[in-house]
């Protein structure tokens, strides 16, 4: 079955930095990536996702990319603001949507 | 997007009891919904996936008599701890994807917080 890895576990930055996620994937048939921010106590909102057909995404101050060959993700915040504190998790599935979590990064941006 | 309910958010139970947690999609029909569950600061892991008018399919070495998953109607899936102990305490988290949009974004219900005392 899929296996999704995720790093680094933890992640601190200063307000106004860049902050990056990197998630690696086992099953090359995983053909949809999405990452969820999820605050303590709630449910995970999704805040960008790409499909196996793209490269690369983005939105405003949040991008993710994906490499394919190397089963491999990322996701990028630019600009970071305190409210963006937060665990993430990447995922990855196929069409049935029973996706396969990463262990999740607390990230943690320093005003 | 679309909506999922989940019910109850919180529940406290002795142990040995069940406990009843429901999932509904309130503005899609869906045929299939997805059981996680999450340990303190752990990440969202699959139980089983939950099949309208079939059995639920488990994830291995999640226990299918203790975890009870019904999916009687295209808006509810339901998922029984049977016999809860202490170790069973967790957040549970049900999600379902919109089949009619095409589209595979989930949208996970709020959760339900167990704890068995």
């Known amino acids: 079955g899929e296996n999704v890895e995720q790093h680094p576990s933890t992640l601190s930055v200063q307000e106004g930095d860049s902050a990056v996620i990197k998630c690696t994937y086992s099953?090359?048939?995983?053909?949809?990536f999405p990452w969820y921010k999820q605050e303590l106590g709630k449910r995970p909102q999704l805040i960008i996702d790409i499909r196996s057909n793209v490269g690369e995404k983005k939105d405003q101050r949040i991008a993710v990319t994906l490499n394919k060959t190397a089963k491999h993700f990322s996701l990028h915040i630019t600009e970071t603001q305190p409210e963006d504190s937060a665990v993430y998790f990447c995922?990855?599935?196929?069409?049935?949507?029973?996706?396969?979590f990463g262990a999740g990064t607390r990230l943690t941006v320093k005003p | 997007g679309a909506v999922v309910s989940q019910h109850p958010s919180r529940v406290i139970c002795k142990s040995g009891t069940s406990v009843k947690i429901e999932c509904r999609s309130l503005?899609?029909?869906?045929?299939?919904m997805f059981w996680y569950r999450q340990f303190p600061k752990q990440s969202l892991m699959l139980m089983a996936t939950s099949n309208e008018g079939s059995k639920a399919t488990y994830e291995q070495g999640v226990e299918k008599d203790k975890f009870l998953i019904n999916h009687a109607s295209l808006t509810l899936s339901t998922l029984t701890v049977t016999s809860a102990h202490p170790e069973d305490s967790s957040f549970y988290i049900c999600s379902a994807s919109n089949p009619r949009t095409g589209d595979t974004e989930a949208f996970f219900g709020q959760g339900t917080r167990l704890t068995v005392v």
């Open positions: 503005d899609f029909q869906a045929t299939t």
């Open positions: 995922a990855a599935s196929m069409q049935r949507n029973d996706m396969r």
């Open positions: 099953d090359s048939a995983s053909n949809y």
